[in-house]
Each structure stands twice: as C-alpha cells, then as structure tokens.
C-alpha cells in the first residue's frame, strides 16, 4: 500500500495541497490529505502500489507560484491508430503547382502601417498582408 507525504518549505495558498491519482484501470481520484506537521501533508487514503499508473500533486503558495510534480509507475500509454483493417497509407505522384495554397503570407505596401480595420468581429486593429506566391491579400 502506498501513501504520500507532501512537504513544502513555505505556507500554502490552499489548506492542503491537491492531490490525485491514476490507476491501470483508467480510474482517476482526488486523495483526500491531512495535516502532519508544519506545512506537511500526507494522503488520507493507501493505494495498492500494483494498481497505480501515476500520481501528482500540485500546489499554489501565497505569491500565486503554481508547483506540479507528477510521479509515473507505468510508462505512458503509446496509442498507435493505424493498426485497423480499414488503414491505407495513400500514395501517388508529387507534383508542383504556381498557386498559392498554403498562404504564404508577407507584408506589403501599406503593411507596416497598422490600421482600423471594420470587419465583421468590429473596429479591430490589423495589418495588411499579400501572398508572395498568389498576390493574394489578407488582414491580419
């Protein structure tokens, strides 16, 4: 069975720190921690250590300082989705066009000038671009 005892060096912003837990089954839980000693925690709840894929804690000091540490006991899990029957790989010839499909955007003109621009998400500041493979303009 496995507990964890958390430990920080200065006061919380919580009451304790926030910690949680991931099971081989997929199972997620929050572990419940009680006071120890001065800024010491442990987890109120023991897991069976063959059950657990990972387990984390994260906690937030009075200056806001957000810290996470996570601790894995299984590698994480490789999802490979080309495994089914219905899977082709296409293939074919690669060829070479003069039309612009990707938008391969640069400043021009008026472009570093930055303006009001009215479209429909309103007033909004914006810059004008052209594609350097189509002459095609955009605002962005």
Same mark, same amino acid.
């Given at each position: 069975?496995?507990?964890?005892?958390?430990?920080?060096?200065?006061?919380?912003?919580?009451?304790?720190?926030?910690?949680?837990?991931?099971?081989?089954?997929? $199972?997620?839980?929050?572990?419940?921690? $009680?006071?120890?000693?001065? %800024?010491?925690?442990?987890? +109120?709840?023991?897991?069976?250590?063959?059950?657990?894929?990972?387990?984390?804690?994260?906690?937030?000091?009075?200056?806001?300082? @957000?810290?996470?540490? @996570?601790?894995? %006991?299984?590698?994480?899990?490789?999802?490979?989705?080309?495994?089914?029957?219905? %899977?082709?790989?296409? +293939? /074919?010839?690669?060829?070479?066009?003069?039309?612009? @499909?990707? /938008?391969?955007?640069?400043?021009?003109?008026?472009? /570093?000038?930055?303006?009001?621009?009215?479209?429909?998400?309103?007033? $909004?500041?914006?810059?004008?671009?052209?594609?350097?493979?189509?002459?095609?303009?955009?605002? @962005?």
């Amino acid at each position: 069975m496995v507990r964890w005892v958390v430990r920080s060096d200065e006061p919380l912003f919580q009451t304790t720190p926030f910690v949680g837990d991931k099971r081989q089954v997929r $199972h997620v839980s929050v572990l419940p921690c $009680h006071t120890i000693g001065d %800024y010491t925690w442990e987890t +109120s709840v023991a897991l069976p250590r063959a059950d657990l894929a990972k387990a984390g804690v994260a906690a937030t000091d009075t200056a806001g300082n @957000l810290t996470i540490v @996570l601790i894995r %006991y299984l590698p994480e899990d490789i999802i490979i989705d080309d495994a089914d029957a219905e %899977y082709a790989e296409r +293939s /074919g010839a690669w060829g070479s066009t003069s039309q612009c @499909l990707m /938008g391969d955007f640069e400043p021009r003109g008026n472009a /570093g000038q930055r303006g009001l621009c009215e479209g429909r998400m309103g007033a $909004h500041d914006c810059r004008l671009w052209v594609c350097t493979m189509c002459s095609r303009k955009s605002r @962005l």
